[in-house]
């Protein structure tokens, strides 16, 4: 076969070489292939319009659809010095962190009327302002610190009606300390300084009392002490006196029955005389005095 005849073989495989090669080149021009990251998105875009909106993974898109990624993880807006009035017309501010994000079936409501990019801060910051006006009218100023947690229930609950419009919701609210007026806080600064002082001096009540009730009760156990030893010595008297009274009126009982018992007695007398006496006689005598023991017929 001569060369004129293989030619245009090759020249029609250069040709579809050519095409492919160019087709490749195109491909990675206009670059048809497309990813949604995790936690976003894709909105698919004609001319302008929403065509569709992509969930998580490669998208493979004609070159006359552009794909926007829109963001739905969760976002923080910072409101710094919200401003308020209590329901006793003290004015308070408060910083506040709020974490929100855009409801995953919202997305191209919030990506034609607000955000392109799930960016709603500047919307969740005003709504913020509103909804602190709303809930600190609702309480007073003591109940405001007292009820912290009360008041960010409410708080999320008001915003979170506010920002369904916009469609995204509240994940939390995270509030610094409350800041009232200077005279306000010296007010409350001396409330506290006189219930501490109030406290304090009912402590020292409490004290007195339960130490004048315990010199009471001790008072009253040594009376009651004294009593049971005067008693115990009345009785012992008593019984004495009794036992005393049983021996006299036996001995008189028995005088009255015997004369011999007297005797008896009056020699039980000269005995223990004679027993004591220690022999001798003394130095004077005086007239018709006894002298002891003397038996002149020895």
């Given at each position: 076969m001569s060369s004129s005849e293989t030619r245009p073989a090759w020249l029609a495989n250069g040709r579809w070489?050519?095409?492919?090669?160019a087709v490749?080149?195109?491909v990675f021009m206009i670059n048809p292939f497309h990813s949604v990251p995790t936690g976003t998105r894709g909105v698919v875009?004609?001319?302008?319009?929403?065509?569709?909106?992509?969930?998580?993974?490669?998208?493979?898109?004609?070159?006359?659809?552009?794909?926007?990624?829109?963001?739905?993880?969760?976002?923080?807006?910072q409101v710094d010095n919200a401003e308020g009035s209590t329901s006793d017309t003290q004015p308070v501010h408060v910083s506040l962190t709020v974490r929100y994000n855009v409801q995953p079936n919202k997305v191209s409501e919030v990506y034609e009327k607000y955000s392109h990019d799930g960016?709603?801060?500047s919307y969740v910051q005003t709504a913020t302002q509103e909804s602190f006006k709303v809930v600190t009218a609702r309480f007073n100023a003591p109940d405001l610190i007292a009820k912290r947690s009360e008041v960010s229930q409410e708080l999320n609950s008001v915003l979170n009606t506010k920002l369904e419009k916009y469609?995204?919701?509240?994940?939390?609210?995270?509030?610094?300390?409350?800041?009232?007026?200077?005279?306000?806080?010296?007010?409350?600064n001396?409330?506290?300084?006189?219930?501490q002082l109030r406290l304090a001096a009912e402590n020292k009540l409490k004290t007195v009392e339960a130490e004048q009730k315990q010199k009471v009760a001790i008072a009253e156990a040594?009376?009651?002490?004294?009593?049971?030893?005067?008693?115990?010595?009345?009785?012992?008297?008593?019984?004495?006196?009794?036992?005393?009274a049983e021996a006299l009126r036996m001995q008189n009982s028995a005088l009255a029955q015997s004369k011999d018992v007297l005797e008896l007695r009056r020699i039980e007398v000269e005995q223990t005389k004679a027993q004591r006496w220690d022999g001798k006689l003394p130095e004077h005598i005086?007239?018709?005095?006894?002298?002891?023991?003397?038996?002149?017929?020895?």
């Open positions: 070489l050519a095409v492919a090669v490749v080149v195109l875009t004609q001319f302008g319009a929403i065509r569709g909106i992509e969930n998580e993974g490669l998208l493979v898109l004609p070159p006359w659809q552009r794909l926007t990624i829109f963001n739905i993880r969760a976002e923080a807006a960016d709603l801060s469609g995204a919701q509240v994940i939390n609210i995270d509030m610094r300390n409350f800041a009232f007026s200077d005279s306000y806080m010296k007010a409350i001396d409330k506290v300084t006189q219930e040594e009376a009651s002490a004294a009593k049971a030893t005067a008693d115990g010595v009345a009785y012992s008297n008593l019984k004495v006196a009794t036992a005393q005086y007239a018709s005095a006894p002298i002891p023991f003397f038996n002149t017929g020895k």
